[in-house]
């Protein structure tokens, strides 16, 4: 709803969702509940949020946004909704996804925002804060790029408004008897 508000009003954001990165498929370990989950598991899903920007993060949920199918296994997601909804699994990420930053942290986002932030924290294999500390990360990107979106969109609705006042001050009004 944002993003289509700010693009009405041509203050979208221009990120990119398929941001390319260097292979990072493990991070689907971390939606598994087994003693799967490994610090590569938890560097793959670090990697995806640094190289992503707010703006990629919100054009992958964007690209996403008409898919409504059942939660699956993370090896099978293939999109920011997918990967949100994932169900358990240690596996892979599917090949579709293992080199999208934009996908994976949208993912990541949604999933934070709104399954709680459950991930897999096996405290001898991914710390629960380092797990933390990257949802946090990727949760203050999003909320700062839709932040930004709305300041824009305002500043550019009031600049418009201005305009019309000023347009329409300068025309005198003649009483009608």
Known sequence: ??????????????GNANK???????????????GNVDAKSLSGARKAVIAASGADILAAIEAAK?????????????????IAVATKDDTNAHDDIK?????????LALRAMAKDGKLA????????QAVNAVLIGVVGKTVNEI???VRRTVDKCLKDVDDCIKEDSSSVVKPTN
């Not at 709803?1 to 221009?14: F, N, Q, S, V």
């Not at 390319?20 to 087994?34: H, M, P, R, V």
């Not at 924290?121 to 629960?128: K, R």
């Open 121 to 128: 924290t096996v405290a001898t294999h991914a710390p629960g």
């Open 66 to 82: 008409d898919t409504s199918k059942q939660a699956g296994n993370i090896s099978a997601a293939k999109n920011a909704y997918d």
């Open 99 to 107: 080199t999208n930053a934009s996908a994976i942290a949208a993912g």
């Open 20 to 34: 390319a990165i260097a292979d990072s498929k493990e991070f689907g370990k971390l939606f598994g509940d087994t």
């Open 1 to 14: 709803m944002i993003y289509e508000a700010a693009k009405d009003a041509d203050t979208e954001p221009k």
């Open 147 to 149: 932040v930004s979106i």
